[in-house]
């Protein structure tokens, strides 16, 4: 699946960490977490609990059959570092395709 | 109906044990995802946009029995990705077998006749393939973004059917779909001997690339109105009546978004099959720690207020048709005379 090149990856500063957790979790490109202690976790944001006492994310690393585990309490910051393959537009380029078949077909095509 | 007699049975006294038990919310299918991966990139489809490497993962067949087995549900439908694609896909279905579930491999059935060549599946009333077909030749190819696809389902399902597997289809509408060639892909459908059809309409999925035609639920009523009101005798579906009377407009039902749990790689998906808000650890923690109440038309959810995918509405639809004697005597007299 291709996807569309990251954004931006630095996150506002001033976003509250719950809220860019959230955001990471909502993505479908890797992401990459930063710890407190500087370092710097490449991975899928597969799921966060933030309803625990102790709440956490799970990053799923490549290479790593198991997620790594994270509090929330040892995350600095998440930034938008992987494409987003669910960003782009592929039907479209299909259906433009398809168009250009049935033009040169004479007509669309029918079961 | 076309469900084998012994497929009812085996449903029909869970649920009512389920109903005698006093267990207010019970799984019905268990909707198990071993890989995302797939051969295909539908229109319609928001589940298999992920990174490469997520994309290489399957979950192992002990993960899947395991999952199976804490979830107790007699029905496994297994979708992704393309189920196919999954390197030990014959001994996750033999061990479902030897367990006496009764399983859908849901597969767009590009690699169906080789896997079935090569001798990968045995032929068993608890297996049936169900094999996705949004419509005649040209809406499904349109639908799975790839010309040439209907021709060779057609041909792996007419190859399975003759091998004496069982075997079903499963079609998602979209708006502006045509009720006449909806009509006749159905006749196409049971012209190639399938034992059933299944039909819902899309849900609007976040991620998914085709995001302007999704049905919205009075559009979907007169869509399947104008489809099922005069169903052709030789029409079967494997579903519930009283869900495709829901999906017509004649019967309102609520979501039941735990009656077909889903399991997946990242875990036991909150709170169902369509929406990803998080994963539990365990079937377990899924039950007893969603917040079940956020979910259903009632809850005023806006993602679900459109929705009227059987993932949701099927099991409620069951479990209507054993919650009360009304409810079991419009299923069988649907099922009986044939008319919707």
């Not at chain 2, 999954?86 to 590009?110: D, F, M, Q, S, W």
Request: include cysteine; hydrophobic fraction near 40%.
């Amino acid at each position: 699946v291709s996807g569309e090149p990251a954004r931006d990856g630095a996150p506002d500063a001033s976003e509250p960490l719950e809220a860019l957790v959230e955001r990471a979790f909502d993505y479908r490109g890797d992401v990459t977490v930063v710890t407190i202690d500087g370092e710097e976790l490449v991975g899928f944001l597969a799921n966060r609990n933030g309803d625990v006492q102790d709440p956490f994310v799970q990053l799923l690393e490549s290479g790593r059959p198991d997620p790594r585990t994270l509090r929330y309490a040892e995350i600095r910051t998440i930034r938008f570092t992987g494409n987003d393959p669910a960003a782009g537009n592929r039907h479209a380029t299909w259906l433009g395709r398809r168009a250009e078949v049935d033009r040169s077909a004479g007509g669309p095509s029918g079961a | 109906m076309s469900v084998p007699l012994s497929q009812m049975w085996t449903v029909s006294t869970y649920v009512l044990r389920q109903k005698l038990r006093g267990r207010q919310r019970y799984p019905l299918v268990l909707m198990l995802e071993p890989l995302f991966r797939c051969n295909l990139a539908c229109a319609g489809c928001g589940k298999i946009q992920y990174p490469a490497h997520v994309l290489r993962r399957h979950l192992t067949v002990a993960q899947c029995l395991r999952a199976v087995d804490e979830c107790g549900a007699p029905m496994v439908s297994i979708p992704g990705g393309e189920p196919l694609l999954h390197p030990e896909i014959g001994a996750l279905i033999e061990a479902l077998v030897a367990r006496r579930k009764y399983v859908y491999l849901c597969t767009n059935a590009l690699l169906l006749k080789e896997k079935v060549d090569a001798g990968v599946f045995r032929p068993s009333r608890y297996l049936s393939f169900s094999v996705h077909m949004d419509g005649l030749r040209e809406e499904h190819d349109e639908a799975v973004c790839r010309d040439g696809v209907y021709d060779r389902a057609v041909q792996a399902i007419r190859e399975a059917v003759a091998r004496g597997f069982r075997v079903t289809t499963n079609t998602t509408l979209f708006d502006g779909a045509s009720p006449s060639r909806v009509r006749r892909f159905f006749d196409a459908m049971m012209d190639l001997g399938v034992e059933g059809m299944m039909v819902s309409p899309g849900y609007s999925y976040a991620k998914a690339p085709d995001q302007e035609h999704f049905l919205r639920r009075q559009k979907a009523h007169r869509l399947f109105s104008a489809i099922l009101s005069r169903p052709a005798r030789r029409w079967r579906f494997n579903q519930s009546p009283l869900f495709l009377q829901f999906l017509m407009g004649k019967r309102d039902f609520e979501c039941t978004p735990w009656g077909m749990p889903t399991y997946n790689i990242f875990g036991w998906q909150r709170p169902c099959y369509l929406l990803q808000e998080g994963y539990a650890a365990t079937f377990e923690e899924l039950m007893a720690s969603t917040g079940w109440e956020r979910y259903g038309r009632k809850s005023g959810n806006p993602r679900c207020q459109d929705c009227m995918v059987h993932s949701g509405y099927e099991a409620s639809a069951v479990d209507h048709a054993f919650g009360s004697w009304r409810g079991f005597v419009d299923t069988v007299v649907t099922t009986v005379s044939g008319r919707l």
